[in-house]
């Protein structure tokens, strides 16, 4: 409830005392200002005023991508279109969508929100006494995936939107996360963690897929790292890109299924990254890195952050659709 201002080039320093909701200035103290303070200050001033110029130089500088981006960022959904404009969606967060445009996300109070034809501004699908989470709208807009927990597990269900009916994806996972639909809808990758067998098993999570049609369930990725976000590449079936738990950080790793039944991973980023989604054409990698959306190539040659006329995008939760006729 205290604050304490120091102005070292002043030599000046205010203390203040939190009074309602505004300060109230308690006392004041003068002292023998800081001469290096100073000339910090000017290199300081020095450094922005080239950071400034350089920014003004590159204001045309836009990212080449193909698709149309959504993304969460201080409460609100954005959308960006390749030629940099960018259109508030509505205020929520974990935006999805399908291949005709059609919007999915959680508003701030925990309801699941559909953009259509039939709503551009939204109506209501699932309310927040639903309790879905990790909602994930299929590429044809026809079913929604979800994470719903209860008293002792947290599961994943799949609703048919027309007819409003439910399925549960069968398992046997203590919790289930982050669904993620393959490209025609018959495939659903996702994480785990625990099983109810064994409840108390560490924080790593594993990634399995559920085939609709013959409802099986495979293992996608099993072993001791904590892989999560799983995302089907939309122009190679047997690619999946995922984060892995890296220390403190999560990585942008990619899996390939070959005939040989041996997968062969690659890691693509080194200096952190999580949320991943692949941009429609199957070329690269969107990603969020410390609040800022990035992209890497499939082949991890090329990686930088996302610029927009020559600024970074700060977001979270990207996720990336095919953009609309002209």
């Known amino acids: 409830q205290i604050e304490e201002w120091w102005y070292w080039t002043q030599g000046v320093r205010f203390t203040f005392e939190a009074v309602g909701a505004g300060w109230k200035l308690q006392n004041r103290k003068d002292f023998e200002s800081k001469a290096d303070a100073l000339a910090q200050l000017k290199e300081l001033e020095g450094q922005f005023e080239e950071s400034k110029s350089q920014r003004t130089d590159q204001t045309q500088e836009t990212t ?21 404009m960018r259109q508030p969606m509505g205020a929520g967060a974990h935006p999805t969508a399908s291949l005709d445009g059609r919007l999915t996300y959680l508003d701030l109070e925990g309801n ?17 006494r639903d309790l879905a989470t990790d909602v994930a709208l299929s590429p044809d807009g026809d079913y929604l995936a979800f ?12 609703r048919h939107i027309p007819s409003q009916e439910e399925i549960r994806v069968p398992s046997t996972a203590q919790e289930m996360f982050t669904p993620a639909w393959n490209r025609s809808g018959e495939l659903l990758a996702y994480s785990t963690k625990g099983s109810i067998e064994n409840p108390e098993v560490g924080e790593d999570r594993n990634i399995y897929v559920y085939d609709l049609a013959s409802q099986r369930i495979e293992p996608i990725r099993l072993g001791a ?3 999560a976000e799983p995302t089907w590449s939309p122009s190679d079936p047997n690619l999946l890109a995922f984060s892995r738990a890296d220390g403190q950080h999560r990585q942008i790793w990619i899996v390939e299924f070959s005939p040989d039944g041996e997968p062969r991973e690659n890691q693509l980023t080194r200096y952190g990254g999580e949320k991943p989604v ?18 890497v190539s499939k082949d991890a040659t090329e990686n930088q952050p996302l610029l927009v006329k020559g600024r970074v995008v700060f977001g979270h939760e990207p996720y990336a659709s095919p953009s609309p006729s002209p």
Do not use: C, T
Request: net charge negative; no cysteine.
């Open 64 to 84: 080449s991508f193909n698709a149309l981006i959504y993304y969460s960022y201080d409460n609100v959904i954005w959308g960006y279109v390749p030629n940099g």
């Open 112 to 128: 699941v929100i559909l953009h259509d034809a039939d709503a551009p501004q939204g109506r209501l699908l699932l309310e927040k």
């Open 147 to 158: 994470a719903r927990p209860s008293v002792d597990r947290r599961q994943l269900y799949i």
């Open 225 to 227: 790292e904590d892989d």
């Open 278 to 295: 692949w941009l429609p054409d199957g070329s690269a990698v969107l990603y969020e890195n410390n609040g800022q959306l990035w992209l």
